[in-house]
């Protein structure tokens, strides 16, 4: 084997808590376009932590990449509590050719502020291919040169001048046979993840779950597959509608939904409670949408968020009769043209959109918008787009199925009005 480069990371798609309004970022992303292309162009192997993951203890091929690894890239994006560790390991165990990366919008912690660190911008899910182009030479070009001249960048090695690196048997930068093995032994996170997302792209829901509990068993503390498994949970319907939902919601409660300020886990619990309200009609679980809509729209300017929170307020007032009718109605209404201005922001420059699946939703949102609003011949023009544009079929389905529950919900809404 040649020289080698550990990356460690979060993966798959994290929020970003430190950016206002909250982001999610696609972290399998950066590793695509900017930190794997750069590896290779440099001539160095490219490992990511989740690629030795499988299905017993990875502590010690974790330790050996971190000490043999001729390299290590760590993106300290989303505060990634793993990532910051790992990089403490390898500041102790190597005193050279370590490279700390990370999001532009990432607070450094006063320790690892002070170093030299490469900061790259996530739009949201995206990363525009002009600035992934760039940031992954600069990264290509630091490999380069820290490979070269192993100068000392661990500050436990700066300030400790005297400290000598740890002797191993082996020198080379490959970790040792059992750690190589433990990578083909059984599937890693990375293999997985991408069944995973192959299996809900074609609404295969039922397989997207059994690829999700395995991906469990390798990260069992990764929220992000923990929210994936709760969708892909009520999406499949097994054994039944209402059991599924009931399944999902125990899966979400380990992240603390109804307190969380994660905007993805609370749009998740939202959409279990609006469905289980869906099939029971009991009242406590379209009050705990209700609830967990409005979160995700105040605190996070979501647009998902916001466009099922109005849809919620014109339903409660279909069963709700004077001042409280008047007042959801038209609270829904400045809802929805909130979510409208949001929409607009974001679709205004379709750099900061480049995304497909992103994208869709956002227009998703403003169809349903322009509907609630009455611009019927607006938003069935936005459908009809949508409907050859969407990314994956299920996208396309979902949003059907919400408009149709909107036209009955606005028609009912018409039907009950004085005069009508």
Known sequence: MGKTCFVVMGFGEKTDFQSSPQRVLDLDKTYRVIIRPAVEAAGLECIRADQIDHSGVIDKPM???????????????TSNANALYELGVRHALRPHTTIIMAESNFRFPFDVKALNILQYEHLGKGIDAEEAGAKSKVLEARIRALVDAQQTDSPVYTFLNDLQPPKTSETSGA???????????????????????????????????????????????????????????????????????????????????????????????GAIHKRLWECTGNRSDMDEALRAYERAFRFTDSYYGGINYAFLLEFRASLSSGDDAIADR??????????????????????????AAERFWVEAARAEAVYGLG?????????????????????????????????????LTTAASPGS
């Open 63 to 77: 330790y050996e990449w971190l000490l043999k690894a001729d390299v290590v890239v760590a993106d300290l994006s």
């Open 175 to 269: 970790p040792a046979p059992e750690a190589l093995a433990a990578a083909s032994d059984d599937k890693s996170s990375a293999d997985l993840l991408q069944e995973f997302r192959a299996a809900r792209r074609d609404s295969d829901f039922g397989g997207a779950k059994a690829l999700l509990k395995q991906l469990r068993k390798l990260r069992p503390h990764d929220p992000y597959i923990l929210q994936q498994l709760a969708v892909a949970t009520y999406k499949a319907k097994r054994p039944d509608a209402l059991a599924a939902l009931v399944e999902a919601k125990t899966l979400l409660e380990p992240l603390h939904p109804s307190t969380s300020s994660d905007a993805e886990t609370v749009g998740i619990w």
């Open 375 to 411: 611009r019927v011949a607006e938003a069935e023009a936005l459908r009809g787009r949508l409907s050859a544009e969407a990314p994956e079929r299920w996208m396309w389905l979902s949003l059907e199925e919400q408009l149709a529950k909107l036209e009955r919900l606005l028609q």
């Open 330 to 355: 038209v609270f829904a209404r400045r809802v929805r043209l909130e979510v409208l201005d949001i929409c607009d922001r974001e679709l205004a420059n379709p750099a900061e959109l480049p995304d």
